[in-house]
């Protein structure tokens, strides 16, 4: 059926809503109620997911799993990640438990800085402007102290203000670069208030500023926001071991063959952008089910990390392999802006568990978690790709998937699991394997 335009449709209740779309789908009725089938049984529950949005329909499950055993600074983590890749728990598993007794993931924090920006246009000599930075600095805080109480209380708050011209990429055209340290919340929130405070401070003090000419006392604030672009909000980790600790890896290659092969896989993501992107989408397979189940904004980190993949001008993979004499090690440094306290992190329930499963760390312990996670994935999927390829593995986690989009039911399943034990998983062969189990159990 064709759609129409709806007035009103953020006004109406939940079932009115899917009232209305109903007659989108050609089984309308069953539409509705398989929409319905996904509410919460508990309305408390329900609502609280309704509110997180607009507009909300139904619930969209994702399976939440744990990778078990990640030995991270000598403590033991059993992560939560939520993800729809079969294969991701499976990785992440297999590189926790490789390395588990080879030192486990070393990692620290470099750095926490968040950033946001006030763009302007404003005309006239941009000395003029630097003569006045110390005393708007000073308004700046003075103006923004309401808004940063609590986050100094706890060790934050506004670090540094600047003035940036950037005239001569865009004609009069300005910034104002405040930076900014959030503890253990993400903290958008926060810098866009402070940043549009400080947006209508320097509005008003140009405008006020008597003794300069009318052109000069006018200033367009062009638009106030935070930056996802956090390239001074750093975690580094790394896991390292003897060369000959390969040994078993795997049958076709002898230690050193998969210790330099490895090196040569990571090298080429320092100069093909095509191999880069899936290298590090390898590496967010394990840090986005780390942020997903733990309420944090998965669209920011990775933004803020494809565009750290590229701060040099060329989009590069984001781990490095270091071989000396006899030892390997592997390193993952990559920005991370998350947090443990705000935003759905307590709200979401399972988010508030996920972070309990992982003995409530605060923002930097969460940072070192979330990018070990990401380097495991990452180890498990280029191990996988230079020795057996990564579609043995991945399609014996897609059994399950491609058994359940032929409607296999219980018996069909575990028959199914024992025959591809040593067999090759595919679509066509899959289909194969039923339909000779329903001939055969039809005669
Ligand atoms: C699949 O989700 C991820 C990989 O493609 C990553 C890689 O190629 O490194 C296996």
């Given at each position: 059926m064709k759609s129409r335009i709806v007035n009103g449709f953020s006004k109406l209740n939940k079932e009115e809503?899917?009232?209305?779309?109903?007659?989108?789908?050609?089984?309308?009725?069953?539409?509705?109620?398989?929409?319905?089938?996904?509410?919460?049984s508990d309305e408390k529950k329900q609502q609280l997911f309704d509110e997180f949005s607009e507009n909300t329909l139904?619930?969209?499950y994702l399976p939440y799993s744990v990778a078990p055993n990640f030995v991270i600074n000598h403590k033991i983590y059993h992560i939560p990640m939520v993800i729809e890749e079969s294969s991701v728990i499976a990785a992440a598993s297999k590189a926790a438990k490789f390395w588990s007794d080879k030192g486990g993931f070393r990692a620290s924090v470099i750095s926490t800085t968040k950033v946001g920006q006030v763009h302007f246009s404003w005309q006239g000599d941009i000395r003029k402007l630097q003569v006045e930075m110390p005393q708007l600095k000073e308004i700046f805080l003075k103006r923004t102290d309401s808004i940063t109480k609590n986050m100094r209380e706890r060790g934050g708050g506004i670090s540094d203000i600047e003035l940036i011209d950037k005239s001569l990429e865009m004609d009069n055209y300005y910034q104002i670069l405040v930076k900014f340290e959030t503890v253990d919340s993400m903290g958008a929130n926060f810098i866009n208030s402070c940043l549009e405070e400080i947006a209508a401070q320097l509005k008003f003090y140009i405008s006020d500023k008597q003794e300069w000419i009318e052109t000069e006392r006018k200033c367009t604030i062009i638009m106030s926001i935070l930056s996802n672009y956090t390239p001074e909000c750093i975690v580094e980790t790394h896991v390292e071991t003897k060369i000959k600790n390969f040994a078993n890896i795997d049958t076709s290659l002898s230690a050193n063959e998969f210790a330099y092969k490895f090196e040569k896989a990571v090298d080429?993501?320092?100069?093909?952008?095509?191999?880069?992107?899936?290298h590090n989408k390898g590496v967010f397979n394990g840090i986005d089910a780390v942020i997903l189940a733990t309420g944090n904004d998965f669209r920011a980190v990775e933004a803020c990390g494809h565009a750290y993949a590229a701060k040099?001008?060329?989009y590069k993979g984001l781990t490095d392999v270091t071989i000396k004499g006899d030892k390997f090690s592997y390193r993952l440094k990559i920005p991370l802006s998350i947090g443990t306290v705000g935003g759905l992190t307590t709200l979401h329930p399972l988010a508030k568990r996920s972070l309990e499963m992982l003995g409530n760390p605060n923002a930097e312990e969460l940072m070192l978690i979330a990018a070990s996670a990401?380097?495991?994935n990452n180890f498990s999927a280029v191990k996988s790709l230079i020795t057996m390829g990564i579609q043995v593995g991945h399609m014996k986690m897609h059994l399950w998937n491609i058994l359940n989009q032929f409607g296999a039911n219980d018996q069909e399943k575990q028959m199914a699991v024992e025959h591809y034990k040593d067999h090759k998983v595919s679509h066509n062969s899959v289909r194969?394997?039923?339909s000779s189990l329903r001939i055969r159990s039809a005669t």
């Open positions: 809503k899917l009232n209305k779309l109903v007659n989108l789908f050609d089984d309308s009725q069953e539409a509705k109620e398989e929409f319905k089938s996904f509410w919460h139904s619930n969209f080429i993501t320092k100069f093909d952008v095509y191999r880069a992107t899936t040099n001008g060329g990401g380097l495991a194969q394997f039923l």
